[in-house]
């Protein structure tokens, strides 16, 4: 399966040259909602983080969230982006009935943040993704279409709505048209994305989880033949949450587009749904029969005018940016560019990072992390930065295998028991009494034990069979359940076997 | 005793402090007259007797209690339905919030509130504050208290009513394009439109957000000051409010009162004196009266040129109903109000389509529908845009006039109160009643209206109103010129609500408010 759609891929790109844009919604996580002073948490009861503000009431009227504004000139700032020494909302006018005012308070020809760029690195190789328009908005509320066939509106037996998320912060990031970046493509969209969820990340304006939609990409494709120099037409596939979906999304879009113009068809302009089960995009509604939104200023609220010594101010604060700091830990820690890939690629630089400044070393920082955590966090389908354990757990952990208190598979137990019972490294080894038994004299009766339940095992190894010895060891690692150091227990094997290990 | 009913607001404050009358006294005088008179005057879509009574007994306790009250304390008003009550019905004169009722006070409420003034009920209006005449109420047609045949103005017409009847000395209106002047001229009251952003609009529900603005109705000057400074101030919950402190109006006004205008210069609009036709004779006949007026108590008249006024009715009527367009489409039958086809055979956008079809009145959809297209992609440009562009030519007009006088004058409208039905399938005819006073709302600029004189030219004498505009923030020099008019008037006549018909079987041969 996964062989014939490379090879479609590939295909396609002797063919065509791609095109893509992405719009990237993020929820910004204030502590209240843009125009109103509702929670922003998320997974409260329906509708109880609701006031005639976010609810559209008759008479209420919206202020701007101050913080807001100044989460996205930090974001724009972080992008390169000019910022707008004044500017307005607009209305987006629409009929929705997750709209409490069937209007949307967003930004339309005056955004607060301007051009910019975002730089992404793609197997060693730098591309440069410009950057439109940063705006600001609210975000509507969520409908769940109840009975029916589809789960969506049409044919719904009735619809519940939920305006808890009605009047969030949403910043809308917009890149200009990428071009030129070939078979690339999906893996230059998909490192744009993991880079500027990073750099939201590092901004600390959002919890960025794509799982519970505070990051949503619409991912724009289009196909040209190659060698064109006009762009073919686009479609928006929406509905694209997470790193993985951009570039699945993108990719069967590609071979989608190239059958139709292969077979001399049009691609129709239109808004299609990325479906995570099949892979695949659904037409959604047509752009063509699009609504007029019929933007216009908004009256309720004056011009944002952010001054420009604010501005110098949150660009003077501005925290050390993911591509600094990767370049500064590469060189700090000797990490060759492929280390620190691997790194980014699973999410934990941050993690990776402040491990070593715990004091681990940096290669078992990097085992670790890359390794049994990793794999843990896959095992979870979650990133390996939300695993419930810290760095210094972690470094701990690296420490005591060190200095030989904990054996690695010992290690590895603690670190599952942490995870299991939230509770600190040294009490789980303490309530499970996990360490290492380094008492000679107890391994010593475990091993003649061992010994003599196996006569046969020994004669062998007495004979020279040395390899043997593991059937021992492993009996004893299992009297001692696991507590033991496995090296530790052959030396003392061999020695009561009279035994000596060659040289070399 | 007393009949409490024909005290000014000042006077009524005094009377409680003093303890001459309790609070709830005055209140139960004022819910007895419009017991007496509302069903032929058709004020108030809601009484809050309940409400009403709580609050007075509450001021009464106060003062029982040796707390200060407020210059307002215990003092009735009747409040534009337009407002949200929290417990009280809120309709804006629409079928389309029949029976809600709000779960929040406007900021206006409450300054009323927390001033110790009591909220007698909610009148009626145009609904969505569109109209001058009353007449679009999906509910009753309001009588103006001067000839029940007639109408009160509008859309602010069952508060300049029910200021007018006796039902309040006191009331709230709106204004977007001079449905606060246009009603306080017609009814023989003053009504003055405080400079945009002076008074909250947090709980007013929207017609039209970049112009409206509401204000005080009274039947002095001096009372709309009072009951001005209570309203006005910053509110943190409306981004438009301003944040820093209006003029003294108070004091303006009782220095007005003085009748001195020596060193006030007072420019004569050219544009809005009638000059191509179209406003009654009586109205311009009592409006050079009152220039006489002003002049002889010392004022320096100017005449000044405002070109760009001529084209302040085509810039409304592209504002106002794209906003609206806009402003209006929240009711959708999801969260409040009328719910119409919900019964399991239609789509949800069915049922927002019946819902608003049914909803909506006539005027109102003609609105929605001409700002639907104004604002429409390709559209916008020729008429939202140039509209808001011919908006700041008109203040560039207002600042330049401001140059030569201190404040401006004009008739508040062409009109006396017409008959009712007179003008109701004849939307331009409906619409040009705010000719005078659609600037100052398209400006933002403070504008009030003083009752100036009356015109038989109609049949019964009915009132004319005289509109002093000032500069933004200038509310001050409103009410000082209004309240030396004012002065000079009532000396020289006496108290122009006296002419009010008798409308109760209780009270004198003629049964207006005295002094």
């Known amino acids: ?504 | 005793m007393t009949d409490l009913t024909r005290l000014n607001a000042a006077e009524t404050a005094a009377t409680i402090a003093s303890g001459e009358a309790s609070a709830v006294e005055v209140t139960q005088a004022h819910l007895d007259r419009i017991g007496a008179v509302d069903e032929k005057v058709h004020a108030f879509l809601h009484v809050d007797t309940e409400g009403a009574l709580k609050a007075a007994k509450a001021v009464d306790d106060k003062r029982a209690a040796g707390e200060k009250l407020g210059p307002l304390a215990g003092v009735p008003l009747a409040l534009k339905d337009i407002f949200t009550t929290k417990g009280v019905p809120t309709t804006v004169g629409s079928k389309i919030l029949d029976g809600w009722i709000p779960p929040y006070d406007a900021t206006l409420t409450t300054r009323l509130r927390n001033a110790g003034i009591v909220i007698l009920g909610k009148t009626n209006m145009d609904e969505f504050a569109m109209g001058s005449s009353t007449e679009n109420s999906a509910y009753q047609v309001t009588r103006n208290p001067w000839d029940l045949t007639r109408v009160p103005g509008g859309s602010s017409g069952g508060s300049s009513a029910a200021v007018a009847a006796r039902q309040a000395p006191l009331a709230i209106g709106t204004d977007t394009g001079g449905s606060i002047r246009q009603p306080a001229a017609v009814t023989g009251i003053v009504g003055h439109k405080p400079t945009y952003g002076a008074v909250s609009r947090y709980g007013l529900i929207a017609f039209s957000s970049s112009l409206d603005q509401a204000g005080p109705f009274g039947r002095t000057v001096e009372d709309t000051a009072l009951l001005h400074q209570v309203l006005a101030g910053h509110d943190p919950l409306d981004s438009t409010s301003i944040p820093t402190p209006g003029p003294d109006v108070v004091t303006a006004a009782r220095e007005g009162a003085r009748a001195d205008l020596s060193g006030v210069r007072i420019g004569i609009v050219r544009e809005l004196t009638g000059a191509g036709g179209g406003y009654q004779e009586g109205v311009l006949a009592s409006f050079r009266q009152a220039v006489a007026v002003l002049e002889s108590l010392g004022a320096e008249i100017v005449e000044v040129s405002c070109p760009h006024f001529d084209y302040a009715l085509a810039a409304y009527y592209l504002i106002a109903p794209s906003e609206c367009s806009s402003n209006l489409a929240r009711f959708d039958a999801v969260r409040y109000g009328l719910r119409v086809g919900d019964d399991g055979s239609h789509s949800l956008e069915e049922v927002m389509s019946l819902t608003r079809e049914q909803g909506f009145g006539a005027e109102v959809k003609r609105r929605i529908m001409i700002g639907t297209y104004a604002l429409s992609s390709g559209y916008y440009d020729a008429y939202y845009g140039q509209a808001q562009k011919v908006r700041t030519l008109i203040a560039g007009d207002f600042t330049a006039a401001f140059g030569q006088a201190d404040v401006l004058i004009s008739p508040t409208s062409p009109f006396v109160a017409f008959e009712i039905g007179e003008r109701v399938a004849d939307p331009m005819a409906m619409y040009v009643n705010d000719l005078c006073t659609l600037p100052a709302s398209l400006a933002g600029t403070p504008a009030i209206s003083v009752p100036c004189g009356l015109s038989t030219e109609a049949g019964p004498a009915l009132p004319v109103g005289l509109q002093i505009m000032a500069p933004t923030m200038a509310d001050d020099r409103c009410y000082r010129v209004g309240a030396a008019f004012e002065a000079a008037y009532l000396a020289a006549n006496g108290p122009i609500l006296a002419g009010v018909p008798r409308l109760g079987s209780v009270g004198a041969a003629t049964d207006g408010a005295t002094r």
């Not at chain 1, 304006?205 to 762009?231: A, F, H, I, Y």
């Not at chain 1, 999410?347 to 402040?354: P, R």
């Open chain 1, 1 to 504: 399966m996964t062989t014939t759609i490379e090879a479609a891929y590939d295909d396609v790109l002797t063919r065509y040259q791609p095109v893509f844009g992405l719009e990237t919604h993020v929820e910004l996580g204030t502590a209240s909602k843009m125009f109103c002073g509702c929670s922003t948490e998320f997974g409260a009861d329906p509708n109880t983080h609701t006031c005639p503000v976010c609810l559209g009431m008759p008479g209420a009227l919206p202020v701007v969230n101050a913080a807001a504004i100044e989460y996205t000139i930090r974001i724009g700032l972080a992008l390169n982006c000019s910022i707008a020494s004044w500017c307005r909302f607009a209305r987006k006018n629409y009929f929705y009935p997750d709209m409490p005012k069937n209007y949307q308070i967003s930004q339309y020809d005056e955004p607060l943040c301007g051009e910019g760029y975002l730089d992404v690195e793609v197997h060693g190789q730098t591309f440069r993704v410009g950057i439109e328009r940063v705006h600001l908005e609210e975000d509507t509320g969520k409908n769940t279409h109840v009975g029916g066939a589809t789960g969506r509106i049409h044919g719904a037996d009735y619809s519940l709505v939920d305006f808890n998320r009605a009047g969030i912060p949403l910043v809308e990031i917009v890149t200009k048209p990428v071009a030129g970046t070939g078979a690339l493509a999906p893996e230059v969209a998909r490192a744009y994305v993991a880079e500027l969820r990073d750099i939201l990340r590092t901004l600390g304006v959002s919890d960025v989880k794509m799982e519970q939609g505070s990051l949503r990409c619409d991912v724009n494709t289009s196909l040209s033949p190659v060698g064109s120099s006009q762009w073919g037409t686009r479609t928006e596939t929406k509905n694209v949450n997470s790193l993985r979906s951009v570039e699945r999304a993108m990719r069967s879009e590609m071979i989608r587009q190239a059958a139709i113009l292969d077979a001399g068809g049009r691609i129709k302009q239109e808004t299609r749904h990325f479906q995570e089960t099949t892979g695949q995009t659904r037409s959604g509604r047509s752009k063509e029969e699009a609504t007029d939104y019929r933007y216009f200023p908004e009256p309720d609220l004056v011009p944002v005018a952010p001054d420009a010594d604010w501005v110098a101010e949150i660009r003077a604060a501005l925290p050390e940016l993911p591509a600094a700091r990767r370049s500064r830990l590469r060189s700090e820690l000797g990490l060759s560019a492929d280390e620190l890939q691997s790194l980014v690629n699973a999410g934990a630089v941050d993690a990776f990072a402040e491990t070593v400044a715990a004091g681990a070393p940096a290669a078992e920082a990097r085992n670790w992390w890359l390794g049994y955590l990793a794999q843990l966090a896959n095992a979870r389908e979650v990133e390996v930065s939300a695993l419930a354990i810290t760095p210094a757990q972690v470094a701990k952990v690296i420490e005591l295998v060190a200095a030989g208190t904990l054996s690695t598979a010992l290690g590895r137990q603690v670190i599952d028991a942490v995870l299991e019972s939230g509770t600190d490294v040294e009490q789980v080894i303490a309530d499970r009494g996990l360490a290492v038994v380094s008492d000679t004299s107890a391994l010593t009766q475990a091993a003649d034990a061992a010994i003599a339940a196996n006569p046969d095992v020994a004669d062998k190894v007495r004979g020279g069979k040395l390899p043997a010895v593991g059937v021992l060891v492993g009996s004893v690692m299992k009297a001692t359940r696991g507590q033991a150091d496995a090296a530790t227990v052959r030396t003392i094997l061999l020695e009561r076997l009279g035994v000596s290990e060659p040289a070399g």
